[in-house]
């Protein structure tokens, strides 16, 4: 079964600063893997997708995100931070027959000025 | 424009009623699914629907239930025997038909509070 972990429940930088939120996953076949974003009080919101062409993946809003199969990770990075990145970011893997997502427990990304 | 709309945003239940949250999607897509979000807790899934008139338990089913009669439909009902049912609701919809991957749209949830 198909499993994901976001490493830091709560990750802060300065306005600026590189932004790194880390997504390990586990899964017995070639994983399909994404990033949401939600802000306050709202639904959720897809960033980027991995769906098995390049590696590196790149999004909305300058994020991107590296498929690493021999470190099963996914990790989301940003250059430089902007005070409108703060919100709450999840990983997510489809699982084997594309029934359903299995989602980390997500990031909360607070940015200081 | 389309997308999915929950109805309503905020909703507020007495303790012992029953509850029915909307979700409308006109995005043409087969499956669709309720999550329940608490802090801290990230997405859990209550049901999820792949097709019209059939729909699967997820991994926090007990007291809710849902229907699926219309493709655009799959509204969701919190029973008086779900014991802790104050949290943030978001539904989603995907059109996998074909897909070897599931990618999910969702809606701006509904926010359910007993009094």
């Known amino acids: 079964a198909q499993s994901v972990t976001q490493l830091g429940s709560h990750v802060s930088v300065s306005e600026g600063a590189l932004v790194l939120l880390r997504c390990n996953y586990s899964?017995?076949?070639?994983?399909?893997l994404f990033w949401y974003v939600q802000y306050p009080n709202q639904g959720l919101q897809l960033l980027l997708k991995?769906?098995?062409?390049?590696?590196l993946v790149k999004g909305i809003n300058g994020f991107e995100a590296e498929f690493k199969k021999s470190e099963t990770s996914f990790h989301l990075t940003k250059p430089s931070a902007h005070m409108s990145d703060a919100a709450e970011y999840f990983c997510?893997?489809?699982?084997?027959?594309?029934?359903?997502?299995?989602f980390g427990q997500g990031t909360r990304l607070t940015i200081n000025p | 424009d389309g997308g999915i709309t929950q109805s309503p945003k905020y909703l507020f239940r007495k303790e012992g009623q029953n509850v029915t949250l909307s979700c409308e999607q006109n995005?043409?897509?087969?499956?669709m699914y309720w999550y329940r979000q608490d802090p801290g807790q990230g997405l859990r899934l209550i049901y999820y629907?792949?097709?019209?008139?059939?729909?699967q338990k997820g991994d926090i089913a007990e007291g809710y239930s849902v229907s699926r009669e219309k493709k655009e439909s799959f509204p969701l009902t919190v029973t008086s025997a779900q014991k802790n049912p104050t949290a943030f609701y978001l539904c989603?919809?995907?059109?996998?038909?074909?897909?070897?991957?599931?990618?999910?749209?969702f809606g701006p949830g509904t926010r359910l509070t007993v009094l």
């Open positions: 991995y769906t098995s062409a390049a590696t």
């Open positions: 995005l043409n897509h087969d499956a």
């Open positions: 989603a919809s995907s059109n996998n038909r074909g897909s070897s991957y599931n990618e999910q749209f």
């Open positions: 899964s017995s076949v070639p994983p399909y």
């Open positions: 997510a893997v489809s699982d084997q027959g594309a029934q359903k997502l299995v």
């Open positions: 629907s792949q097709i019209v008139n059939d729909f």
